[in-house]
């Protein structure tokens, strides 16, 4: 906790990421662990679903607030959340895609959340890959646009990058995928370098087999700890000071019919 001591007047702010891989096909999953853990609030991406299908009843029963922008069978991203968001909006709102199933933003008592479901890239040779560049750009932007780094924000979701050797279960096999590449750790950094900070690193420096991700078509992937870490939770410095833990619950990835991804958690004191 770095030499934190909490001020009895402080509550606990949770947060979760957790790339479901299509909300319908996941939701008894989601619902199960928004009932032992209560976050205050969970992002969602890769929901897969379109707007008029998404299963708003089914939160709302759980005791949950849930915007959100979809496509069918395709990206997707999602905010629940205990209470009602102060403020909503999608997409960057610049002259690119409007990229509104990839980027929602919700507002909690001056805390922004910017869930993100960035581009995979596909192939370092393809037009996806060129995309995925210019949209960390973009995002970059939209921060030094729309944010000031002196205020709470938490930037957090399916980020499609291991920024380290150590978010690796391979890193000489693995250099040069599209989401371990130099390119992309540098679009990364320059992101952070707004005024951002890995929360989960601060907690586990230098802890190798911490991942998120294990790719369905490696077999025993996560027996074998043959996974990734490319979800992350990022804040600006007045809610790094406030930050408690972080830390990656395996368990939704090993329960039947599960997500490739896992869920990533943060609690500060607010």
Known sequence: MHGQVRDVNMSIFKIATYNVNSIRSRLPIVLAWLEENRPDVLCLQETKVDDARFPVAEFTA??????????????????????????????????????????????????????????????????????????FKRFRNYLQRSLVPERPVIWLGDLNVAPEKIDVHDPKKLLGHVCFTPEVWEAFAAV????????????????????????????????????WRIDHILATAPLVERSVSCRIDIRPRLMERPSDHTVLMAEFNI
Do not use: C
């Not at 078509?217 to 027996?223: C, G, I, K, Q, T």
């Open 62 to 135: 759980a005791g949950y607030r849930v915007v959100f922008k979809g496509e069918k069978q395709y990206n997707g991203v999602a905010v629940a959340s205990l209470r009602k968001p102060d403020d909503v909006s999608f997409g960057m709102a610049d002259e690119g895609p409007a990229d509104g199933a990839r980027l929602i933003r919700a507002d909690f008592s001056g805390i922004s959340v910017i869930n993100t479901y960035v581009p995979q890239g596909r192939d370092r040779d393809a037009a996806q890959f060129i995309y995925k560049l210019e949209w």
């Open 192 to 227: 952070k370098a707004w005024g951002l900070e890995d929360i989960f690193r601060r907690h586990h420096p230098g802890e190798a087999g911490q991942y998120t991700f294990f790719d369905y078509r490696v077999p025993r992937s996560v027996d074998r700890g043959l996974g």
